[in-house]
Protein backbone atom coordinates (compact mmCIF):
# COMPACT_ATOMS: atom_id res chain seq x y z
CA UNK A 1 0.00 0.00 0.00
CA UNK A 2 0.93 3.80 -0.70
CA UNK A 3 2.52 5.93 2.23
CA UNK A 4 3.06 9.36 1.85
CA UNK A 5 5.93 8.77 4.41
CA UNK A 6 6.99 5.95 6.04
CA UNK A 7 9.62 6.69 9.69
CA UNK A 8 11.96 3.92 10.36
CA UNK A 9 14.27 2.80 12.78
CA UNK A 10 12.90 4.26 15.85
CA UNK A 11 15.13 2.89 18.92
CA UNK A 12 11.67 3.74 20.89
CA UNK A 13 8.22 5.07 19.41
CA UNK A 14 6.40 6.55 21.95
CA UNK A 15 2.36 6.37 20.58
CA UNK A 16 0.42 6.88 23.47
CA UNK A 17 -2.27 4.68 21.74
CA UNK A 18 -4.50 4.16 24.88
CA UNK A 19 -7.65 5.20 26.19
CA UNK A 20 -9.30 8.26 24.09
CA UNK A 21 -10.25 10.21 26.90
CA UNK A 22 -7.83 12.58 29.30
CA UNK A 23 -5.52 9.76 31.43
CA UNK A 24 -5.53 9.16 35.32
CA UNK A 25 -3.74 7.47 37.62
CA UNK A 26 -1.49 4.01 36.05
CA UNK A 27 -2.50 5.04 32.49
CA UNK A 28 -0.31 8.00 32.71
CA UNK A 29 2.85 5.38 32.49
CA UNK A 30 1.83 3.72 29.39
CA UNK A 31 3.15 5.70 26.76
CA UNK A 32 2.47 2.46 24.36
CA UNK A 33 6.31 2.24 23.35
CA UNK A 34 7.33 0.50 20.44
CA UNK A 35 11.01 -0.43 20.47
CA UNK A 36 12.31 -0.92 16.82
CA UNK A 37 8.98 0.67 15.93
CA UNK A 38 7.55 2.70 12.65
CA UNK A 39 5.33 4.76 11.11
CA UNK A 40 3.60 5.25 7.88
CA UNK A 41 1.56 8.58 7.25
CA UNK A 42 -0.85 9.36 4.63
CA UNK A 43 -2.21 12.83 4.00
CA UNK A 44 -1.10 14.44 7.25
CA UNK A 45 -2.79 11.82 9.43
CA UNK A 46 -0.95 8.43 10.48
CA UNK A 47 -1.98 5.93 9.00
CA UNK A 48 -0.63 2.55 11.12
CA UNK A 49 2.55 2.36 13.25
CA UNK A 50 4.06 -1.35 14.63
CA UNK A 51 7.23 -2.87 14.04
CA UNK A 52 9.04 -2.04 11.63
CA UNK A 53 9.17 -5.52 9.77
CA UNK A 54 5.20 -4.72 10.12
CA UNK A 55 5.35 -0.91 8.25
CA UNK A 56 7.84 -1.88 5.77
CA UNK A 57 6.08 -5.08 5.05
CA UNK A 58 2.80 -3.63 4.25
CA UNK A 59 3.68 -0.08 2.67
CA UNK A 60 5.93 1.88 0.26
CA UNK A 61 6.48 5.30 1.32
CA UNK A 62 6.61 8.39 -0.95
CA UNK A 63 9.41 9.60 0.92
CA UNK A 64 11.23 7.23 3.51
CA UNK A 65 13.55 8.33 7.20
CA UNK A 66 15.50 6.78 8.98
CA UNK A 67 15.87 7.94 12.23
CA UNK A 68 18.95 5.55 12.98
CA UNK A 69 18.01 4.55 16.40
CA UNK A 70 16.15 7.80 17.57
CA UNK A 71 13.25 7.98 19.32
CA UNK A 72 9.97 9.24 17.88
CA UNK A 73 6.89 10.59 20.06
CA UNK A 74 3.58 13.12 19.31
CA UNK A 75 4.69 16.66 18.79
CA UNK A 76 4.35 18.54 22.05
CA UNK A 77 1.19 20.54 23.15
CA UNK A 78 1.32 23.43 25.17
CA UNK A 79 -1.59 24.30 26.72
CA UNK A 80 -1.65 27.23 28.46
CA UNK A 81 0.94 29.99 26.97
CA UNK A 82 0.58 34.15 27.22
CA UNK A 83 1.76 33.81 23.71
CA UNK A 84 0.72 37.71 22.09
CA UNK A 85 2.98 40.67 24.71
CA UNK A 86 4.87 42.97 23.75
CA UNK A 87 8.69 44.06 25.11
CA UNK A 88 10.19 41.64 28.19
CA UNK A 89 10.94 42.00 31.76
CA UNK A 90 14.10 40.72 32.39
CA UNK A 91 14.82 43.85 34.67
CA UNK A 92 12.31 42.52 37.16
CA UNK A 93 14.53 39.08 37.17
CA UNK A 94 16.94 41.03 39.08
CA UNK A 95 14.13 42.62 41.65
CA UNK A 96 13.64 38.80 42.35
CA UNK A 97 16.92 37.67 42.89
CA UNK A 98 17.17 40.74 45.36
CA UNK A 99 14.27 39.25 47.07
CA UNK A 100 10.78 41.31 45.70
CA UNK A 101 7.57 38.80 45.24
CA UNK A 102 6.00 38.98 42.08
CA UNK A 103 2.83 40.55 43.93
CA UNK A 104 5.38 43.51 45.20
CA UNK A 105 6.47 43.78 41.55
CA UNK A 106 2.67 43.71 39.85
CA UNK A 107 1.29 46.32 43.09
CA UNK A 108 4.23 48.83 41.95
CA UNK A 109 2.81 48.90 38.62
CA UNK A 110 5.50 46.17 37.16
CA UNK A 111 4.65 43.15 35.66
CA UNK A 112 1.64 42.42 34.14
CA UNK A 113 0.69 46.26 33.73
CA UNK A 114 3.90 46.90 32.41
CA UNK A 115 3.41 44.31 29.70
CA UNK A 116 -0.30 45.73 29.22
CA UNK A 117 0.86 49.46 28.74
CA UNK A 118 3.29 47.64 26.39
CA UNK A 119 1.01 45.79 24.51
CA UNK A 120 -1.45 48.38 23.79
CA UNK A 121 1.15 50.65 22.59
CA UNK A 122 2.69 48.01 19.97
CA UNK A 123 1.03 47.55 16.43
CA UNK A 124 -0.22 44.53 15.20
CA UNK A 125 2.86 43.98 13.05
CA UNK A 126 4.85 44.59 16.21
CA UNK A 127 3.18 41.78 18.06
CA UNK A 128 2.89 39.35 15.27
CA UNK A 129 6.46 39.54 14.84
CA UNK A 130 7.51 39.14 18.12
CA UNK A 131 4.99 36.03 18.65
CA UNK A 132 6.07 34.70 15.33
CA UNK A 133 9.87 34.22 17.28
CA UNK A 134 8.13 32.24 19.74
CA UNK A 135 6.68 30.28 17.75
CA UNK A 136 9.36 29.22 15.77
CA UNK A 137 11.29 28.43 18.95
CA UNK A 138 8.48 26.29 20.02
CA UNK A 139 8.15 24.67 16.66
CA UNK A 140 11.80 23.93 16.93
CA UNK A 141 12.09 22.54 20.81
CA UNK A 142 8.99 20.09 19.51
CA UNK A 143 5.50 21.99 19.89
CA UNK A 144 3.28 21.25 17.40
CA UNK A 145 0.08 23.09 18.82
CA UNK A 146 -0.56 25.62 21.80
CA UNK A 147 -2.98 27.47 23.15
CA UNK A 148 -2.77 31.15 23.33
CA UNK A 149 -4.56 33.60 25.60
CA UNK A 150 -5.05 37.17 25.44
CA UNK A 151 -4.40 39.58 28.62
CA UNK A 152 -2.43 41.77 28.05
CA UNK A 153 -4.60 44.10 26.19
CA UNK A 154 -7.49 44.19 28.77
CA UNK A 155 -10.06 46.67 27.14
CA UNK A 156 -12.34 46.01 24.27
CA UNK A 157 -10.07 47.05 21.42
CA UNK A 158 -6.34 45.65 22.70
CA UNK A 159 -8.07 42.33 23.27
CA UNK A 160 -9.20 42.27 19.83
CA UNK A 161 -6.31 43.34 18.40
CA UNK A 162 -4.24 40.37 20.24
CA UNK A 163 -6.73 37.81 19.11
CA UNK A 164 -6.95 38.65 15.72
CA UNK A 165 -2.91 38.55 15.50
CA UNK A 166 -3.29 34.83 17.39
CA UNK A 167 -6.24 34.24 14.50
CA UNK A 168 -4.37 35.88 11.52
CA UNK A 169 -0.80 34.76 11.82
CA UNK A 170 0.42 32.02 9.22
CA UNK A 171 2.67 29.75 10.75
CA UNK A 172 2.96 25.94 10.86
CA UNK A 173 2.23 25.89 14.58
CA UNK A 174 -1.47 25.31 15.27
CA UNK A 175 -2.70 27.29 18.12
CA UNK A 176 -6.00 27.46 20.14
CA UNK A 177 -7.50 31.19 21.27
CA UNK A 178 -8.20 31.95 24.96
CA UNK A 179 -10.08 35.29 26.19
CA UNK A 180 -8.11 36.39 29.18
CA UNK A 181 -9.02 39.70 29.99
CA UNK A 182 -9.78 39.60 33.49
CA UNK A 183 -5.84 38.90 33.46
CA UNK A 184 -5.79 42.01 35.79
CA UNK A 185 -7.52 45.49 36.41
CA UNK A 186 -6.92 48.18 34.56
CA UNK A 187 -5.46 51.75 35.21
CA UNK A 188 -8.89 53.20 33.48
CA UNK A 189 -10.91 51.32 36.25
CA UNK A 190 -11.51 51.64 40.50
CA UNK A 191 -13.03 48.33 40.84
CA UNK A 192 -12.32 45.08 40.33
CA UNK A 193 -16.29 44.27 39.61
CA UNK A 194 -17.10 47.42 37.67
CA UNK A 195 -14.38 45.83 35.21
CA UNK A 196 -15.95 42.24 35.32
CA UNK A 197 -19.19 43.93 34.53
CA UNK A 198 -17.44 45.48 31.54
CA UNK A 199 -16.15 42.20 30.92
CA UNK A 200 -19.23 40.17 30.99
CA UNK A 201 -21.28 43.15 29.17
CA UNK A 202 -19.09 44.42 26.30
CA UNK A 203 -16.15 41.91 25.57
CA UNK A 204 -17.26 38.92 26.01
CA UNK A 205 -20.04 39.10 23.99
CA UNK A 206 -18.30 41.05 21.11
CA UNK A 207 -15.49 38.45 21.18
CA UNK A 208 -17.81 35.41 20.73
CA UNK A 209 -19.63 37.19 18.17
CA UNK A 210 -16.74 37.29 16.06
CA UNK A 211 -15.58 34.04 17.16
CA UNK A 212 -12.00 34.65 18.52
CA UNK A 213 -12.09 32.44 21.37
CA UNK A 214 -12.92 28.97 22.14
CA UNK A 215 -11.84 29.52 25.80
CA UNK A 216 -12.32 31.90 28.58
CA UNK A 217 -9.92 31.85 31.53
CA UNK A 218 -9.53 34.65 34.71
CA UNK A 219 -6.62 34.86 37.33
CA UNK A 220 -8.30 34.68 40.18
CA UNK A 221 -5.99 35.17 42.79
CA UNK A 222 -5.60 37.45 45.96
CA UNK A 223 -5.71 41.38 44.94
CA UNK A 224 -6.42 40.42 40.89
CA UNK A 225 -9.96 38.78 40.97
CA UNK A 226 -11.91 37.32 44.00
CA UNK A 227 -13.87 34.11 43.34
CA UNK A 228 -17.43 35.44 42.97
CA UNK A 229 -16.28 37.59 40.25
CA UNK A 230 -14.45 34.85 38.81
CA UNK A 231 -17.17 33.03 38.85
CA UNK A 232 -19.83 35.71 37.20
CA UNK A 233 -17.46 36.22 34.61
CA UNK A 234 -16.84 32.95 33.67
CA UNK A 235 -20.79 31.82 34.24
CA UNK A 236 -21.30 34.48 31.56
CA UNK A 237 -18.77 32.37 29.14
CA UNK A 238 -20.47 29.62 29.98
CA UNK A 239 -23.55 30.99 28.66
CA UNK A 240 -21.95 32.59 26.04
CA UNK A 241 -20.93 29.05 24.69
CA UNK A 242 -17.46 29.66 25.70
CA UNK A 243 -15.41 26.50 27.21
CA UNK A 244 -13.91 27.37 30.35
CA UNK A 245 -10.77 27.44 32.32
CA UNK A 246 -9.17 29.04 35.44
CA UNK A 247 -5.94 30.40 36.80
CA UNK A 248 -6.70 28.55 40.53
CA UNK A 249 -4.81 27.81 43.80
CA UNK A 250 -1.27 29.80 42.18
CA UNK A 251 -0.01 31.52 45.08
CA UNK A 252 -2.80 31.80 47.54
CA UNK A 253 -6.05 29.46 47.69
CA UNK A 254 -9.20 31.49 47.26
CA UNK A 255 -11.56 28.24 46.81
CA UNK A 256 -11.19 28.76 43.27
CA UNK A 257 -10.73 25.49 41.38
CA UNK A 258 -13.13 23.70 43.38
CA UNK A 259 -15.61 26.06 42.18
CA UNK A 260 -14.36 26.04 39.10
CA UNK A 261 -14.61 22.02 39.03
CA UNK A 262 -18.26 22.40 40.05
CA UNK A 263 -18.85 24.92 36.85
CA UNK A 264 -18.03 22.37 34.34
CA UNK A 265 -14.23 23.93 33.82
CA UNK A 266 -12.46 21.87 31.12
CA UNK A 267 -9.14 22.83 33.30
CA UNK A 268 -7.98 24.49 35.97
CA UNK A 269 -4.21 25.74 35.72
CA UNK A 270 -1.17 26.49 38.05
CA UNK A 271 -3.10 24.46 41.21
CA UNK A 272 0.24 25.45 43.24
CA UNK A 273 -1.75 25.84 46.23
CA UNK A 274 -4.22 23.27 46.06
CA UNK A 275 -4.97 21.34 49.06
CA UNK A 276 -6.49 17.55 48.88
CA UNK A 277 -10.35 18.88 48.74
CA UNK A 278 -9.85 20.96 45.26
CA UNK A 279 -7.99 17.60 44.03
CA UNK A 280 -11.30 15.58 44.56
CA UNK A 281 -13.89 17.89 43.46
CA UNK A 282 -11.24 18.39 39.91
CA UNK A 283 -10.72 14.59 39.87
CA UNK A 284 -15.06 13.93 40.15
CA UNK A 285 -15.88 16.61 37.57
CA UNK A 286 -13.09 14.99 35.19
CA UNK A 287 -10.96 18.37 35.68
CA UNK A 288 -7.35 18.27 33.49
CA UNK A 289 -4.95 20.02 36.04
CA UNK A 290 -2.14 22.19 33.99
CA UNK A 291 0.86 22.59 35.81
CA UNK A 292 3.28 24.75 35.23
CA UNK A 293 6.34 23.74 37.07
CA UNK A 294 8.58 26.83 34.99
CA UNK A 295 6.04 29.31 37.29
CA UNK A 296 7.67 28.86 40.77
CA UNK A 297 11.30 28.25 39.19
CA UNK A 298 11.56 31.81 37.70
CA UNK A 299 9.44 32.59 40.69
CA UNK A 300 12.46 31.28 43.09
CA UNK A 301 9.57 29.22 44.77
CA UNK A 302 10.14 25.80 46.52
CA UNK A 303 6.54 25.06 46.27
CA UNK A 304 5.56 23.52 43.40
CA UNK A 305 2.39 22.16 42.81
CA UNK A 306 1.23 18.15 44.08
CA UNK A 307 1.43 16.37 40.93
CA UNK A 308 1.97 13.06 42.81
CA UNK A 309 -1.45 13.43 45.15
CA UNK A 310 -3.12 14.80 42.27
CA UNK A 311 -2.39 11.46 39.93
CA UNK A 312 -2.86 9.49 43.15
CA UNK A 313 -6.41 10.38 43.02
CA UNK A 314 -7.34 10.07 39.98
CA UNK A 315 -6.79 13.64 38.46
CA UNK A 316 -5.69 14.00 34.99
CA UNK A 317 -2.35 15.92 34.86
CA UNK A 318 -0.89 18.38 31.40
CA UNK A 319 1.76 20.27 31.68
CA UNK A 320 2.85 23.03 30.22
CA UNK A 321 5.20 26.27 29.73
CA UNK A 322 3.18 28.91 30.82
CA UNK A 323 5.08 31.08 28.32
CA UNK A 324 5.08 35.33 29.74
CA UNK A 325 7.14 37.83 29.92
CA UNK A 326 7.67 36.45 34.01
CA UNK A 327 8.33 32.93 32.60
CA UNK A 328 9.99 32.40 29.59
CA UNK A 329 10.44 29.61 28.07
CA UNK A 330 9.35 28.03 24.60
CA UNK A 331 10.75 24.31 25.57
CA UNK A 332 8.45 21.58 26.93
CA UNK A 333 11.69 19.73 26.97
CA UNK A 334 12.96 22.03 29.79
CA UNK A 335 9.09 22.00 31.55
CA UNK A 336 9.53 18.10 31.46
CA UNK A 337 13.18 18.13 33.21
CA UNK A 338 11.44 20.61 36.19
CA UNK A 339 8.01 18.35 36.21
CA UNK A 340 9.99 15.13 36.72
CA UNK A 341 13.09 17.26 39.40
CA UNK A 342 10.57 19.22 41.67
CA UNK A 343 7.13 17.23 41.30
CA UNK A 344 8.36 13.77 40.84
CA UNK A 345 6.98 12.53 37.93
CA UNK A 346 7.77 9.68 36.47
CA UNK A 347 9.03 10.33 32.58
CA UNK A 348 6.59 8.58 31.02
CA UNK A 349 4.04 10.68 32.93
CA UNK A 350 5.58 13.64 32.06
CA UNK A 351 5.04 12.54 28.40
CA UNK A 352 1.57 11.67 28.75
CA UNK A 353 0.75 15.51 30.16
CA UNK A 354 2.56 17.22 27.60
CA UNK A 355 1.15 15.25 25.05
CA UNK A 356 -2.24 13.33 24.80
CA UNK A 357 -3.59 14.95 28.54
CA UNK A 358 -2.29 18.63 27.11
CA UNK A 359 -4.74 18.05 23.46
CA UNK A 360 -7.62 17.09 25.74
CA UNK A 361 -6.69 20.06 28.07
CA UNK A 362 -7.56 22.28 25.04
CA UNK A 363 -10.36 20.81 23.72
CA UNK A 364 -8.44 18.64 20.70
CA UNK A 365 -9.18 15.11 20.02
CA UNK A 366 -7.27 14.48 16.66
CA UNK A 367 -3.73 15.55 18.21
CA UNK A 368 -1.58 14.02 21.25
CA UNK A 369 -1.13 10.23 20.10
CA UNK A 370 0.65 8.53 16.96
CA UNK A 371 -2.29 5.93 16.39
CA UNK A 372 -4.28 5.69 12.89
CA UNK A 373 -6.68 8.22 12.15
CA UNK A 374 -5.02 11.44 14.53
CA UNK A 375 -2.45 14.11 12.56
CA UNK A 376 0.72 13.03 12.42
CA UNK A 377 2.62 15.66 14.48
CA UNK A 378 5.76 14.13 15.27
CA UNK A 379 9.06 14.46 17.01
CA UNK A 380 12.27 13.16 16.28
CA UNK A 381 14.46 13.27 19.78
CA UNK A 382 18.23 12.79 19.24
CA UNK A 383 17.90 10.34 22.14
CA UNK A 384 18.35 6.49 22.61
CA UNK A 385 15.69 6.29 25.08
CA UNK A 386 12.76 9.12 26.43
CA UNK A 387 15.01 8.90 30.12
CA UNK A 388 16.98 10.87 28.25
CA UNK A 389 14.98 13.89 28.31
CA UNK A 390 14.64 15.03 31.87
CA UNK A 391 17.71 13.68 32.21
CA UNK A 392 20.34 15.50 29.84
CA UNK A 393 18.71 18.93 30.42
CA UNK A 394 18.99 22.29 28.82
CA UNK A 395 19.71 21.17 25.64
CA UNK A 396 17.42 21.07 22.74
CA UNK A 397 16.84 17.06 21.62
CA UNK A 398 14.23 17.73 18.85
CA UNK A 399 16.22 16.92 15.96
CA UNK A 400 13.21 16.77 13.11
CA UNK A 401 9.80 17.90 13.60
CA UNK A 402 6.70 16.64 11.20
CA UNK A 403 3.55 19.05 11.39
CA UNK A 404 0.54 16.84 9.87
CA UNK A 405 3.43 14.55 8.20
CA UNK A 406 5.38 17.56 6.80
CA UNK A 407 8.62 18.27 7.85
CA UNK A 408 9.36 21.60 9.27
CA UNK A 409 12.39 23.55 8.25
CA UNK A 410 12.78 26.01 11.50
CA UNK A 411 14.18 29.30 10.15
CA UNK A 412 17.06 29.10 12.06
CA UNK A 413 18.78 26.32 14.04
CA UNK A 414 18.51 26.45 17.67
O1 LIG B 1 0.11 32.65 34.46
N1 LIG B 1 -0.63 34.36 36.78
C1 LIG B 1 -1.00 35.18 35.95
N2 LIG B 1 -0.53 35.36 34.73
C2 LIG B 1 0.69 34.86 34.24
C3 LIG B 1 1.82 35.81 34.48
C4 LIG B 1 1.71 36.95 33.62
C5 LIG B 1 2.81 37.95 33.78
O2 LIG B 1 3.50 38.01 34.81
O3 LIG B 1 2.95 38.72 32.82
C6 LIG B 1 0.92 33.48 34.79
O4 LIG B 1 1.90 33.20 35.48
FE1 LIG C 1 -0.63 31.69 33.09
Redesign the pocket.
Known amino acids: MKADLIITGCSELHTLSGSDGPRTGREMMDTGCIEGGAVAVKDGYVLDVGTESHITGKYRGEREVDVEGRTVIPGFVDPHT?LV?AGSREDELVMKIEGKT?MEILGAGG??LR?VRNTRKASREQLMEEMRARMDRMLAHGTTTAEAKS??GLDLENEIKCLEVIRDIDHPLELVPTYMGA?ALPPEFDEHSEYIDYCCDTVLPEIVKRGLAEFCDI?C?KGVFHAEDSMRLLIRAAELGMKIKV?AD?IENLGCSTMAAELGAVSCE?LVKSGPGDIEAMAKNGVIGIL?PG?PFMLMDNEYSPAREMIGRGMPVALAT?L????WTESMQMVITLACLQMKMHPNEALTASTHNAARAIGRNDIGSLVPGKKADMVVLDVPNLMHLPYHFGVNHAYMVFKEGVQIRPPKTY
Open positions: HFYGITGYHFEHEHLTDNPNC
